[in-house]
């Protein structure tokens, strides 16, 4: 029951540790929930009525509307898997005071960039993939286009497909100066153009 109750008051905020998780679950329970309501209207205007001619059936049909834009949402959550908590745990580790994201989906036209964790100190972000079949250098680029769309200029951004190498890196990120600012309104956009 506690359980339960959690999941209606609130879900994980966008970019903490199981993000990706927690929000599928959201989003399975609220789509079922509007059908639900739907479908429930719709046969409470038959049984009163006999005839599904009625107030009640516009209305049903009218809540399918965000019924269905919440189950878009749920496909699109249900493709992709939180950073198995065993690597994030190792990421802890190493992160010390760095900014740093969880469960990122980045889309594009052409592809979707699946990225586990996001560090962020100053200008530079360092990233790594949960799968590797991507090029780095295509999430990359498209990061930058919409960094530099919000007026981030010379931001320095490596994706890593291979975990020594980031946990590496991040130990390399600790030793740059902060630019508090802006680390957190890089953060702020990379939240805003993430799933």
Do not use: W
Request: glycine share 6%; with cysteine.
């Amino acid at each position: 029951m506690k359980n339960i109750k959690r999941l209606f008051t609130t879900y994980d905020v966008k970019g903490t540790k199981n993000y990706l998780n927690s929000q599928k679950k959201y989003e399975v329970i609220r789509t079922i929930l509007y059908f639900g309501i739907s479908l429930s209207l719709f046969f409470a205007g038959i049984l009163t009525t006999h005839t599904r001619k009625n107030l009640l059936t516009l209305v049903a049909v009218l809540g399918c509307l965000p019924a269905s834009k919440s189950l878009i949402g749920t496909f699109m959550f249900l493709r992709y898997k939180s950073l198995p908590l065993e690597i994030a745990d190792k990421i802890e580790a190493h992160v010390g005071n760095l900014f740093s994201l969880y469960d990122c989906v980045f889309t594009s036209n052409d592809k979707n960039f699946e990225v586990g964790h996001l560090v962020i100190r100053g200008n530079t972000i360092a990233g790594l993939y949960t799968k590797k079949k991507y090029a780095e250098t295509d999430c990359e680029k498209h990061l930058n286009v919409y960094l530099k769309a919000d007026g981030y200029k010379d931001v320095t951004i490596k994706i890593f497909s291979d975990e020594k190498k980031y946990m590496e890196r991040i130990d390399q990120m600790r030793q740059l100066p902060e630019e508090e600012k802006l680390t957190r309104g890089i953060t702020e956009t990379l939240k805003s153009i993430a799933l």
